[in-house]
């Protein structure tokens, strides 16, 4: 199946041809009254009679299987003309994209070519590259559910044609029921494995409203964790999975606790946790406003959870919260969850014309002080970079899958606290369709030149409050108060704006702080409102920079001497005779 | 039993039964199925909507004639019916009735009069 082949069909005609069954069928149904009036009177006897009534029963059968085969074409079309509409929808979409980005999509293999000279720009190459990847996943994934629902109405139709349905049924409305349960299709056509945002966003808008719903309700694991379903279905089905997921968890505990301790020992506080973590959940969604589970994992270590508050599907603005050390749904969801809801009161009052989401991504294994205990210098401590570089592709394809599902982009920032800070710069490497990346009291972006990330030039923002140790730690790269192309945002008190000083590490997303406000003024896009850093460098802040300063020197004498070396080379080498070099 | 109303209900049947065969005769669902080929050129359902609507277009007509044939037959049975009935009606009148029914052979014989 092609690009060429999907364009030819056309189902506005099938759904005319589905009408038309529609109504043969009818016609058909409402000669019952005949066929009633056709059978032969009870008190009419004999061998002839016996006759009759035998004759009028298979006559009745007969056209009884024909109105439920009617009735089951006309509902496998009706489903097929839906599933075909809907790939349409989303390959018209995709190609209509393609043309007005300067891609070209041959109609014959499927190919997405970028038509336009490589960018200077690597971000922009990199935006390239994603919308290309999007195009083509679209336009895979528009063939696959047409394709798919060919075959499938096929299949019914071949059925009809045999004549293996068996209807059981007497009366002829009895017979259009019965028709249209055995065409309705189960859902053969589960989410693709291993693709990405934009495959399983356009495998989602190829099933049918009714489909989707039973997705939802029937196989919530389909969609519950899956980056490119839209928000409101990941939601649905994640309630639905909570209360199967709880049980599981208990059912487990009661398992283990029935082993000896040292078969046991930890993992039942483990599950504990998760227990506890999915109370925490089911209290905040309970809390008012809207909120939305976008994800739930208890697979991991800890127990992932992606939260939001506001509809994330249509929000103007969407901002991705990622917390660090110690943070976990069971300790610290119900306050990040707050802290959520002051942020987006505070991005209301700035910008009250557009609409704000906010989502509190716990979809890694933030490091905890057991790791650090265990191993200071295992891959569990949160001096280890390694939890933050497992867990960034998963952020990335969160962030890449909002834009995916929905129909226009938002404008998206990404905000990480301490080693969430690190989290999301190495998320920010791989292409997400950021439009903000904002680091609170982060030891290090993951880079030394901001050019590896891929957040527009001048959206970069650090934020770091006084006497805060970690951001001055320097851990894992440079910090991000001394690298070029980070915007340094204030932490400071603004009495004439009513804002209120942080200090240390922790307090960042306090309520009516200089820092708040700055996250919101990204958050929402207001550039104008943000207040840049007034504070003075401190001891430690001096001391990174010398460090740095002298690391810069260090590399300088190198390449210096490395270029005296090269020339003292070339100058001897030109003192020998010709022949001998 | 009423014997007038089992034949004309037989023929009202029969008369039903070629009304069901007529408008089953002007219901052309094959054609709604042949249309999906220009729906969906080159398709898997293509081939076989058409395959289906040519063995519905043959089962519908088939029908029709057998429903017609029925009802024609249940007509012919109502007749028949009617006739039976009025052959017995009429063969009945030409019988005379019993000189002697069965019940008063024993008050004659106990010493009654005989006509």
């Known amino acids: ?581 | 039993m009423d014997i007038e109303v089992v034949p004309d209900r037989v023929r009202l049947a029969g008369q039903a039964m070629g009304e069901a065969a007529y408008g089953v005769g002007r219901v052309t669902p094959y054609d709604d199925l042949s249309e999906v080929g220009t729906a969906l050129p080159g398709s898997t359902t293509a081939a076989a909507a058409e395959a289906l609507a040519a063995r519905w277009r043959v089962a519908m007509a088939n029908w029709a004639r057998a429903t017609e044939v029925h009802g024609e037959a249940l007509a012919v049975g109502a007749e028949d019916y009617r006739a039976l009935e009025s052959a017995v009606v009429g063969l009945l009148a030409l019988t005379p009735p019993n000189p002697r029914p069965i019940h008063h052979r024993d008050s004659r014989a106990a010493g009654g009069a005989a006509a």
């Open chain 1, 1 to 581: 199946m092609n690009v060429a082949g999907l364009l030819a069909w056309r189902a506005e005609l099938l759904e005319e041809s589905v009408t038309g069954l529609v109504v043969s069928g009818r016609r058909l149904v409402d000669l019952q009254d005949e066929i009633d009036l056709g059978a032969v009177p009870p008190d009419w006897v004999g061998g002839d009679a016996e006759a009759a009534r035998h004759n009028h029963g298979l006559l009745v059968g007969e056209l009884v299987d024909l109105v439920a085969e009617v009735s089951a074409a006309s509902r496998a079309l009706a489903q097929a003309a839906d599933s075909i509409a809907r790939a349409r929808g989303v390959l018209d979409d995709a190609l209509q994209v393609a043309a007005h980005s300067g891609f070209m999509v041959d109609s014959r293999s499927n190919a997405v070519r970028d038509v336009r000279p490589p960018s200077e720009d690597p971000h922009q190459r990199a935006d390239r590259d994603r919308l290309r990847t999007e195009i083509a996943d679209h336009v895979e994934q528009s063939l696959r559910t047409a394709r798919h629902a060919d075959l499938e109405v096929a299949v019914v139709l071949d059925q009809l044609l045999r004549g293996t349905f068996d209807v059981g049924a007497r009366r002829l409305q009895d017979a259009v029921t019965a028709g249209a349960d055995l065409a309705t299709r189960p859902i053969r056509l589960p989410p693709p494995v291993s693709a990405g945002p934009g495959d399983q966003f356009a495998w989602w808008q190829g099933l049918t409203g009714e489909e989707q719903q039973r997705v939802v309700d029937d196989f919530p694991g389909w969609v519950g964790n899956v980056d490119g379903v839209p928000a409101w279905a990941r939601d649905a089905a994640n309630r639905n999975r909570l209360p199967d997921l709880r049980a599981a968890l208990v059912a487990e505990v009661v398992r283990l606790s029935r082993r000896p301790f040292g078969l046991r020992e930890g993992r039942i506080d483990g599950l504990l946790k998760k227990i506890s973590g999915l109370d925490r959940v089911l209290a905040a969604l309970r809390r008012p406003g809207t909120r939305q589970l976008l994800a739930l994992d208890a697979n991991s270590r800890e127990l992932h959870v992606v939260l939001a508050q506001g509809d994330v599907d249509t929000a103007d603005n969407v901002t991705v919260l990622t917390h660090g050390f110690t943070s976990s749904v069971d300790d610290t969801l119900l306050r990040a969850d707050d802290e959520m809801t002051h942020l987006r009161d505070r991005a209301d009052a700035l910008d009250p014309a557009t609409t704000h989401a906010t989502v509190l991504w716990m979809g890694y294994d933030a490091p905890q002080i057991d790791g650090l205990l265990a191993d200071p210098f295992g891959s569990e401590s949160v001096l280890s970079d390694d939890l933050a570089r497992a867990a960034a592709p998963g952020l990335a394809a969160y962030l890449n899958g909002i834009d995916a599902s929905r129909g226009e982009d938002p404008h998206l920032t990404n905000a990480g606290h301490s080693y969430g800070g690190l989290t999301a710069g190495l998320s920010a490497q791989d292409s997400t369709g950021l439009d903000e990346l904002v680091v609170l009291g982060a030891p290090s972006l993951g880079v030394d030149d901001v050019g590896d990330l891929d957040v527009p030039a001048g959206h970069l923002y650090s934020v770091e409050a006084d006497h805060d140790l970690v951001a001055d730690s320097g851990f894992f790269g440079p910090d991000p108060t001394h690298l070029e192309g980070v915007r340094q945002l204030d932490t400071a008190a603004h009495d004439d704006l009513g804002l209120g000083e942080v200090t240390g590490h922790t307090s960042y997303f306090t309520d009516a702080s200089t820092s708040q406000h700055n996250l919101a003024a990204v958050a929402t896009g207001q550039h104008d409102l943000l207040i840049d850093t007034t504070r003075e460098p401190e001891v430690t802040d001096e001391l990174r920079h010398l460090l740095q300063h002298g690391q810069d020197l260090v590399g300088e004498v190198d390449a210096t001497l490395a270029g005296l070396g090269d020339r003292m080379r070339d100058e001897a080498l030109d003192l020998l005779p010709r022949r001998w070099r």
